[in-house]
């Protein structure tokens, strides 16, 4: 069996592929104090003795057991974690199992760096940060607090995510650069949520329960840095609020909801209509078929029944009676032979009591 796509230069073959993925997941089961059957491990440890063979199928029936016995830890995770340990590394390594870590670590002492940095100026304190009112260092200085915050919050969020596929051994290297965008965003996110809520009505002492403009601001931007999509949800309301004061005229909107009412219920009595057409069609094949008369007339039955239960066209409005606006009732019409066109009227056979 060959693989439809060759491996490329360096990269290792399917079956190659295969046998390291075994043996990662017996060692991490076996080390782990989980059972593992004996001709798995005898498939994998055989497999491994001979340079090449024609084992490619009892090793997939053995990787597809593995899989099972290390679940919730993927093989490709295992495999990466193997990789990692082996790889010799320099004096001054950050902790951590993957090259993620260590790099979101980094990022996270920075952040806190510069958060300490920052709040070590002057120009950060009580009373300051407006983006109306200040300029310059002052600005910049407060600013800067704010992204430290901000990635402090952000950095704390991805970790702890992270560290679930860790422990679980789950973790996917294809997600890398997702966690990293989610990062930034969190950072933005702190930033736009210091910047754009107003503090007027946090401020007030602790005593009553107020919150002050200098504990106020980093924290936001902590906070918005840990949860980017609630920053997300507030930015969308605030948008539909805009949008809702630039709407239309109401009875324009009223008029269009009517119209889309009317066109809907225009398609539902065709589509009863087209029902109806189609089971009178079926009844007349039945008919032309010889079908039972009993059958035919309860089919008949129950459309009519369905007729009578939901009518295809709202009902008109019931006439209005003559005597009620003063008009005179229509004369009455007498019938006609067979052969006349048109129905004669009938003077009224009473005369209408003279006024006393």
Not at 115 to 144: C, R, T
Not at 251 to 259: F, G, S, V
Not at 305 to 329: E, K, N, V, W
């Amino acid at each position: 069996m060959s693989s439809p796509h060759p491996p490329r230069s360096g990269e290792p073959g399917l079956r190659d592929q295969l046998l390291r993925e075994c043996t990662e997941m017996v060692r991490y089961a076996l080390s782990s104090g989980t059972r593992v059957p004996a001709n798995v491990v005898e498939t994998v440890e055989g497999a491994r003795a001979a340079d090449a063979g024609n084992d490619l199928a009892a090793l997939a029936a053995a990787h597809e057991r593995l899989a099972k016995v290390v679940a919730p830890a993927t093989p490709r995770a295992l495999v990466l974690f193997a990789d990692e340990s082996e790889r010799e590394h320099g004096r001054f390594r950050l902790p951590g199992p993957i090259r993620l870590v260590r790099r979101m670590m980094l990022a996270a002492l920075v952040s806190v760096a510069l958060f300490v940095v920052s709040s070590l100026s002057h120009y950060v304190s009580h009373g300051s940060g407006d983006v109306m009112d200040i300029s310059g260092l002052d600005l910049l200085a407060n600013e800067v607090f704010w992204l430290a915050s901000a990635g402090v919050g952000a950095s704390f969020a991805m970790l702890f995510q992270i560290n679930e596929f860790i422990v679980n051994r789950s973790y996917d290297p294809k997600y890398e650069s997702s966690y990293w965008i989610k990062f930034m965003i969190g950072v933005i996110a702190g930033f736009i949520l210091v910047a754009l809520v107003p503090l007027d009505g946090l401020e007030g002492d602790a005593a009553s329960g107020g919150v002050t403009r200098s504990l106020a601001k980093p924290t936001l931007a902590m906070l918005g840095g840990f949860s980017a999509s609630a920053v997300y949800r507030i930015l969308n309301r605030l948008m539909s609020t805009v949008e809702g004061l630039f709407r239309g005229d109401p009875r324009d909107e009223a008029a269009l909801r009517e119209q889309t009412a009317t066109q809907r219920a225009a398609e539902e009595s065709a589509s009863s209509r087209i029902g109806v057409a189609s089971r009178l069609v079926e009844l007349r094949q039945q008919i032309a078929a010889g079908a039972d008369p009993g059958d035919v007339s309860r089919q008949i039955a129950e459309v009519v029944s369905s007729l009578t239960a939901a009518p295809l066209d709202p009902a008109p409005p019931a006439p209005a009676d003559p005597r009620d606006s003063g008009a005179a009732p229509p004369p009455r019409t007498a019938p006609v032979a067979d052969g006349e066109p048109d129905r004669v009227p009938v003077p009224a056979i009473v005369a209408a009591p003279e006024n006393p």
